[in-house]
C-alpha cells in the first residue's frame, strides 16, 4: 500500500517507546523519594487531622496507634497516604504524598 506511512509508523513506535520509557524511570525515580516530614506535618495539619479526630474522639493521633491499624509496612503507608489525600480530591505530587508518610512514619509508625 502506501510505502511512505510505513517509515513514519515506525518512527512514531520509537518515540512512543521512548517516552513510555522515560516516564517509568521517572515512576522508579519518584518511589525513591524521601519525605520531608517538615513538610508533611504542616499539610497533614491542614488536610487530615480534622476528620480523623472525629473518629476517635478529638484524638487524632489514635488513628495510627489503634490496635488494628491497617498500616503494615513504609509501602502500605505511602499507598494509604495516597489513597486519603485522593478521596480529598487534593492532587498531590509522589513529593507532597512523601512528605506526609515521612512525618507519620518518624511520629507513629516506625517503620524500617
Ligand atoms: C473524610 C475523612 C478522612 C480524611 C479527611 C482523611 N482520612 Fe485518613 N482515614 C480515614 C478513615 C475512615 C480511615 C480508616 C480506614 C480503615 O480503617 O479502613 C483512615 C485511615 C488512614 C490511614 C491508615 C491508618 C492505619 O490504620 O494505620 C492513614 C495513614 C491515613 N488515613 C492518612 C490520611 C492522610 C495523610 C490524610 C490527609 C491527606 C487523611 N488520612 C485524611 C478518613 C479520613
Known sequence: MNKKTK??????LVLTATAILSLS??????EAVKGDPAKGEALHE???IACHA???DGDASKMYTRPNR???????LNSMVGYCSQQLG???FDEEVAD???YLNGKYYQFK
Open 100 to 102: 506526609v508518610a515521612a
Open 46 to 48: 491542614k488536610h487530615c
Open 90 to 92: 487534593l492532587q498531590w
Open 7 to 12: 517509515p513514519l509508523a515506525a518512527r512514531t
Open 70 to 76: 491497617k498500616t503494615a509496612n513504609l509501602a502500605k
Open 25 to 30: 524511570a521517572a515512576g522508579w525515580a519518584s
Open 54 to 56: 472525629g473518629r476517635f
